[in-house]
């Protein structure tokens, strides 16, 4: 009877994981940060992927705040890049004078922030007009107050 102790030991061990498989199982590295998974929950309607993405994520850090930024976007590209013309349209002034909308030819929509810890260029491509407001209103320094430091 004491030999089978170990034995139904390991088999609750290994029904325990295949209940709970690890994030290394389901497909996530751990290296992904959260706002990673509510961009893809926009575009899979798979409210379990999402859970278990959200799950397996790392906390997304601000580590600079920056005292510009410039939103590059393709001058022909633009009536078909809805949100970010949205995003342009409706809120860039609320970013000024910080913010400045540069047009160019032949590049992909990016933003590029420049501060006293140097420059960092984010693609945007496929962004929410709510979601370029939400990373500026995260990583801009807005009111002068904070320049160079960590948040």
Sequence with gaps: ???????????????????????DELGFTGEHICSDCDVLAQYVKDEELVAECKACCTKDQVSAKYTKA???????????????????????????????????SNGAPRLRLTGPSGTETIRIDNWRASSI???????????????GTVA
Excluded: N
């Design 70 to 104: 410039e939103l590059l976007v393709d001058q022909w590209r633009i009536s078909s890049l809805q949100q970010i013309k949205d995003f342009i349209d409706k809120r860039s002034r609320s970013y000024a004078p910080q913010l400045k909308v540069l047009y160019s």
């Design 1 to 23: 009877m004491i030999a089978f102790i170990p034995l139904l030991l390991l088999l609750l061990a290994t029904s325990a994981q295949e209940a709970h498989p690890t994030c």
């Design 133 to 147: 407001a939400e990373f500026l209103d995260e990583r801009l320094d807005r009111d002068g107050s904070s320049k």
